[in-house]
């Protein structure tokens, strides 16, 4: 069974953790084309390399990100999520120019 | 004036079907087992500590809030520390902690769990957990810890890999669980903490476990006195 | 029975007699002793028959490695007799045998080898032309298989306790060989905990057996000065008897010994296996005292037992020549030696020496072309010698030798299964005419003869090497260099096969088969090794190819004009040696939870069902009354009151000045202006657009929401929340809940007047706590939560507590709903009373694709905030026509209950049974309160108007007509979960 470092746990067996998928940019919502969209939520790259995952380790609740190269399944290091996401994300109306609320 | 049992307070344990204690204690407004049968040559015990009080705080201002109430925040997450009055604070993420009563204390010293709940608590970035009722407490003690786990867990929780005041929070016989290394009456002993829901399943899961190593059920006092 | 001097018999106990009975016979062993080696000490040699002919077969590894020694136990088949230890009673006869395994009236079979190549039953009875019988495998099946069958399964058997366990080491050594032995020492003592694998009782692996010297001194003086090594190291742990079956991803090791499954974790994992001595290919090669040269070492030397009289040694490496040496000090005539290399390949003169001063005869480039046998091939009587002339060819004449026991000694093979099941890769040695290993992943090394190091003291140096590796990677090293190994000794002969033109010259024992079947499997265009296994079973027996998978390879790359490294061997899977399904299971882990009202349903007599991992009441009564149940159950919620325990629900709570934003982010609904004290329904899509989870909302406080989910979906969904929060670092605390608090739904026209006798601290009148609203109180003492909502379509109150005072909860509703004639209802019956009121359940009545509009739950969406998780997805959607819709349906008053639709039933465009398919059944059940089988089922987009006939599809193919009907069917208006 394969060993995954957790960054909050430390080595843990695969089994305690769930794949959550490539971690993927949104396109913005609000102005992106239909054909984009449909991109962004059905269509994966599943390349032949390096990608960047979300992983779950279920027993902590913990969201962290993975680089693995998805040929050999080397883990090739793992964060927390903050080092990607570190603001804030707000999403505006079309025709708005302030935030909401 | 009648004999205390597990129905007497409306404040219940998560596992108390499966036990075959006689006798029960008050302690925190519910009923806690005080002795079952000991056979002596028992050398590993499996006690129901669901009843006693704790509590959690998670949030930016979580350790500030223990700390103002004389608390010791561990270094890093999942380590344990005991405070002067014998709570273990348990640190599960760089800002969640848990805070388990004393298990060996007079009545009096379990007020201290519901104080962090009801006086200072901070407006903000401090929001109080609910492990009393998300939580069933179990507490294993005596020898062979590491290897009753090895066969429920598969991360070595010997005691070389795993030292006092160690917390792993993991898997074992398929359901979550928080197990802590710390020490009971001067001895090693883990306290688990599962989904309260599953804490039958667990009580068995640990009891079969045991049978190899004559492990029994027992009370809290008879711990503390033994 | 008698047996060879002391020191002779490591493993075996001259002062305790144990009796056994094989095949109705008594027979006496000594405590030690495999019933291999007890019915060997006693002559007895016929031990099983095989697969396909029925022909005699006796010890050929006498180490478990072969299927020659399968044996029926009382209770258990196909147990190895060379593996299993006897014990006072045992009892066991042959298997695969029609009448005794001494005359067994189906060896016949093998005169008619001629006419049943590979395939042949297969073929031939598959689909028998002019057979009446249209199947005819179905028919000659059970025939076949008794034919060639394996043992009996006792379909009486009681269950035993089997086991499993963690354990984590630095280093586990796999095989105490002088190899491993040197690697285990090495390893623990720079400090590392060190796990050592053996699969025989005793440590040391060849040094127990094997002679590598003339004087035959050196491995009991090496294995005891090795073994005192281990004993005096506190870091060595030894597991004897135990199989390493499998290597999976960063050293994970499913180690069996007894009744226990070891899931080992290793840091490094030195593999020192061994290899499998070979065999050589002649005819009747089979035959009952012609093994393995290890076989009849492992005889004299672990057992005491004379493996022969006269021996004939067939060797293509020196170790045939030990062999020889070894039977000659214990007291069997040594007929003659036949080494299949020429002269000049033999590069030690001093074993011929020593040969010739013991007056045994050398005839070297000769092989055995043929064995000889006694009456019924019960055991061989000679072998005729012929002179080698090509690779697998020999002269038209030889020579007859007389002998009762014919040792092997082709080569080696490495055991290269887990190495390959790590990824490793085999490579084939044209000059060693041997396998080699390599490209295998960090933190695994191989050592000893599995690493193609064949002389003693490269052995233990080649330990040392990959022990020192191993101890580099994980920092304890202590600077010692890495010794280098070097190994010139040959020890495979290059062609060992000499195939006969009448056959019976096997290559695989297990499965009979013969070098023609593979040459001829070659030849019907299965040129890959895969085909040619599959084709014709090679390899697939119970010894899984340990001594059937060289000569294949080398049958197939001749027979293809490739190399050996092109035809590779086939695919080595876990498990190494058989396994039990017991050990697989191990004590069984099924986690199940349980709500603190369990024991009250059981105590009520409900009939628990599960839902994901909980235990839930169905109804309450006995399983063949389900109908009368939930009709009763129903009436009386709509009727009196009702209590169901819906503490299964899943509960979230949101906390912190971001709750309301998440909760308008994530739900489909608007969020920010929800009031405090109200509820809200709240529908959660994916970004594909489509419901995947609903809930009800309770503002608790401007900053704090409590939000359920459906009881299978809360864990998916807090999931999901964490992960978007992950992302949009929104200032809110997402706690799961769900085992938090114990709750119930009391609902019935008098759920108001029993709350009323326990609350008094909230004002429970309409006015002050009107349908839809949220409020905080106490139940007697108890800390609560109410809601109050209107799933089930009366007046109803969902109470939350915390867990610790569930049970609590329920026995003082149930009290004081005494009064108010209060009956429990299961989730059946739920479903039932929502069904009426159009209630969806989300995975019920909604699929993979449903999006809101389908479900008419447009009115639960806003789209014109800025953002959802699903908004851009179903603003797409609902751009598009849309192609169906759930609706209700009600079939005639007079429609027989028991012929009522079934959800998945479909629902088609037309009234012909071939029309379009336009939807399907979601949910149907009989109402008892509107008297008439009501339903949901999607359906067409043009037949979604009230009004009209719909047909459904059932089991039976017929089609049935269903009225669309206006949801609710019952309560209309929605007046009576208003009261």
Request: aromatic content about 10%; proline content about 4%.
């Amino acid at each position: 069974m394969k060993i995954i470092n957790c960054p909050l746990n430390g080595p843990r067996n695969i089994s305690e953790f769930v794949h959550g998928g490539e971690v993927r940019e949104m396109p913005n919502p609000t102005t992106c084309t239909d054909k984009e969209w449909a991109d962004y939520v059905f269509y994966s790259n599943n390349i032949a390399g390096i990608v960047t995952e979300w992983w779950l380790h279920a027993p902590s609740g913990y969201w962290f990100i993975a680089v693995r190269h998805t040929v050999s399944d080397e883990v090739i290091r793992t964060f927390d999520a903050s080092e990607l996401f570190n603001q804030r994300i707000d999403f505006y109306m079309l025709d708005s120019v302030e935030a909401p609320l | 004036m009648p004999a205390i049992t597990p129905q007497t307070f409306k404040k219940r344990s998560f596992v108390y079907h499966k036990l075959s204690a006689k006798h029960y204690t008050e302690i925190a407004g519910a009923a806690v087992s005080i002795h079952s049968v000991v056979e002596p040559q028992a050398t590993v015990s499996l006690c129901d500590l669901s009843n006693l009080p704790r509590t959690g705080f998670r949030g930016l201002k979580a350790a500030q809030h223990l700390l103002s109430v004389g608390l010791p925040i561990p270094a890093k997450p999942n380590q344990a520390e005991k405070s002067a009055n014998g709570e273990l604070v348990l640190r599960l993420s760089q800002k969640e902690f848990w805070i388990l009563a004393n298990t060996n204390c007079e009545q009096s010293g379990y007020s201290k769990i519901d104080n962090l709940l009801n006086t200072t608590v901070p407006k903000e970035q401090c929001f109080a957990l609910y492990c009393q009722d998300s939580h069933a407490w179990l507490l294993l003690t005596g020898e062979y810890l590491g290897k009753i786990m090895a066969k429920l867990c598969g991360v070595d929780l010997s005691s070389e890999a795993f030292p006092l005041g160690s917390i792993a929070q993991t898997s074992a016989g398929r359901i979550n669980i928080i197990v802590v290394h710390h020490h009971f009456n001067g001895q090693p002993c883990f306290s688990l903490l599962c989904d309260s829901a599953a804490a039958e399943y667990l009580w068995d899961s640990l009891c079969d476990a045991m049978q190899e190593f004559k492990g029994k059920e027992r009370g809290l006092l008879a711990l503390t006195n033994s | 029975m008698s047996r060879l001097n002391s020191p002779a018999g490591l493993l075996i106990n001259r002062r305790r007699r144990i009796s056994f009975c094989f095949e109705g016979k008594q027979f006496e062993g000594l405590a030690g002793d495999t019933l291999a080696s007890a019915l060997a000490a006693n002559d007895q040699w016929l031990m099983s028959r095989s697969f396909k002919y029925h022909r005699p077969r006796g010890p050929l590894t006498m180490a478990g490695q072969d299927a020659n020694t399968l044996v029926q136990l009382e209770g258990e088949p196909n147990v190895l007799a060379d593996k299993i230890e006897i014990a006072k009673g045992l009892i066991a006869t042959g298997q695969n045998c029609n009448g005794s395994l001494a005359d067994d009236s189906d060896a016949f079979l093998g005169h008619f080898s001629r006419f049943m190549p590979v395939g042949f039953y297969y073929r031939s009875f598959y689909k028998m032309p002019f057979s009446k019988y249209k199947d005819s495998w179905k028919y000659w099946e059970p025939t076949i298989r008794r034919k060639a069958g394996l043992g009996e399964l006792d379909l009486t058997f009681k269950p035993q306790y089997y086991d499993k366990e963690y354990l984590f080491y630095d280093v586990v050594v796999v095989g105490s060989g002088p190899a491993g032995l040197s690697a285990a020492i090495t390893s623990a003592e720079a400090g590392a905990r060190v796990l050592l694998v053996e699969e025989q009782p005793i440590l040391g692996g060849s040094l127990t057996y094997h002679r590598f010297d003339q004087e035959g001194l050196v491995a009991d003086v090496l294995r005891v000065r090795l073994l005192a090594e281990v004993a005096q190291n506190q870091r060595i742990k030894v597991f004897t008897k135990a199989s390493c079956n499998g290597w999976f991803t960063d050293n994970y090791l499913p180690v069996i010994q007894g009744n226990r499954m070891f899931k080992v974790r290793a840091k490094e994992c030195i593999v020192a296996s061994g290899s499998f001595e070979q065999h050589v290919v002649f005819r009747n090669n089979d035959l009952p005292g012609i093994m393995m040269s290890s076989a009849a070492m492992r005889l004299m030397k672990h057992y005491a037992v004379k493996p022969g009289q006269s021996a004939v040694v067939l060797t293509g490496n020196d170790d045939g020549y030990f062999t020889a040496l070894e039977l000659d000090d214990q007291g069997t005539d040594v007929a003659a030696v036949i080494d299949m290399r020429e002269n000049k390949d033999i590069h030690s003169n001093e074993l011929k020496t020593i040969l010739a001063d013991r007056k045994i005869d050398l005839f070297t480039g000769h092989t055995v072309y043929e064995a000889m046998a006694s009456k019924g091939n019960k055991k061989v009587i000679g072998v005729e010698v012929r002179a080698i002339t090509g690779q697998g060819t020999v002269n038209n004449k030889g020579f007859k030798i007389a002998c009762d026991l014919v040792c092997m000694s082709a080569g080696y093979m490495p055991v290269y299964q887990l190495l390959c099941q790590a990824g490793a890769q085999l490579s084939y040695d044209d000059v060693a005419s041997e396998f080699s290993l390599n490209k295998l992943p960090a933190h695994l090394h191989i050592a000893g003869s599995v690493n193609a190091t064949h002389a003693l003291s490269a052995v233990l140096t080649d330990g040392k090497r990959a022990a020192i590796i191993a101890l580099n990677n994980i920092g304890l090293a202590l600077d010692q260099p890495v010794p280098n190994v070097e190994c010139q000794r040959k020890v495979n002969f290059h062609w060992p096969i000499f195939s006969h033109p009448k056959g019976k010259d096997f290559v695989d024992f297990d499965e009979d088969l013969q070098a023609k079947d593979i040459v001829n499997a070659t030849r019907l265009g299965y040129r890959d090794i895969q085909l040619v296994k599959r084709f014709s079973t090679v390899g697939m027996g119970p010894s899984q190819g340990r001594h059937s998978a060289l000569p294949t390879a080398r049958l197939v790359a001749d027979s293809t004009d490739r190399n050996m490294t092109q035809t590779g061997v086939t695919t080595a899977r876990p498990p190494f040696s058989p396994e039990k399904l017991a050990h697989l299971a191990g004590r069984i882990f099924t986690p199940y939870r349980r709500t603190t009202m369990h024991r009250r349903h059981l105590a009520l007599g409900a009939k628990m069902m599960p839902a994901g991992n909980w235990q839930r009441p169905a109804f309450y009564g006995h399983e063949k009354d389900r109908d009368q149940c939930m009709h009763r159950e129903s009436v009386q919620v709509r009727t009196k009151v009702g209590i169901i325990d819906v503490s299964t629900l899943g509960g979230i709570e949101l906390r912190g000045p971001d709750s309301a934003e998440f909760m308008n982010r994530i739900f489909c609904y608007t969020f920010l202006k929800q009031p405090v004290g109200k509820t809200r329904y709240a529908v959660l899509t994916n970004e594909q657009g489509v419901v995947i989870d609903d809930g009800v909302s309770c503002r608790i406080s401007d900053e704090h929401f409590y939000v359920t989910a459906t009881t299978s979906g809360v864990d998916n969904v807090y999931r999901d929340m964490m992960r978007w929060n992950t992302q949009w670092r929104l200032d809110v605390d997402i706690t799961n809940v769900t085992s938090a608090f114990s709750a119930v739904n009391l609902a019935g026209p008098d759920a108001r007047k029993v709350l009323e006798l326990l609350v008094k601290d909230t004002d429970l009148s309409p006015e002050a706590f009107p349908y839809l609203a949220y409020r905080e109180g106490q139940v007697v003492d108890i800390p609560a939560r109410f809601l109050r909502v209107g799933f089930v379509g009366e007046l109803a109150y969902e109470i939350h507590v915390p867990s610790r005072y569930g049970e609590a909860l329920w026995d003082v509703l149930l009290e004081a709903g005494r009064a108010f004639d209060i009956r429990p209802f299961g989730i059946e019956t739920q479903r039932l009373l929502r069904l009426e009121k159009g209630h969806i359940i989300v995975s019920q009545d909604t699929d993979s694709m449903s999006h809101p509009a389908e479900l008419s739950l447009d009115w639960a969406v806003n789209r014109k905030k800025p953002f959802f998780v699903g908004r851009r997805s179903i603003d797409i959607l609902q751009a598009q026509p849309q192609t169906r819709k759930l609706v209700g349906f009600k079939l005639a008053k007079d429609f027989n209950i028991d012929d009522k639709p079934k959800e998945g039933h479909l629902v088609l465009a037309d009234n012909h049974l071939t029309s379009k398919i336009t939807g399907n059944i979601t949910s149907c059940e009989f109402s008892p309160t509107l008297d008439m089988i009501i339903g949901l089922a999607f359906v067409g987009i043009h037949q979604c108007a009230v009004g009209n006939t719909v047909y459904i599809k059932v089991d039976s193919g017929a089609l049935i007509l269903a009225d669309v009907v206006k949801l609710p069917f019952y309560d209309p208006d929605n007046l009576r979960q208003q009261i």
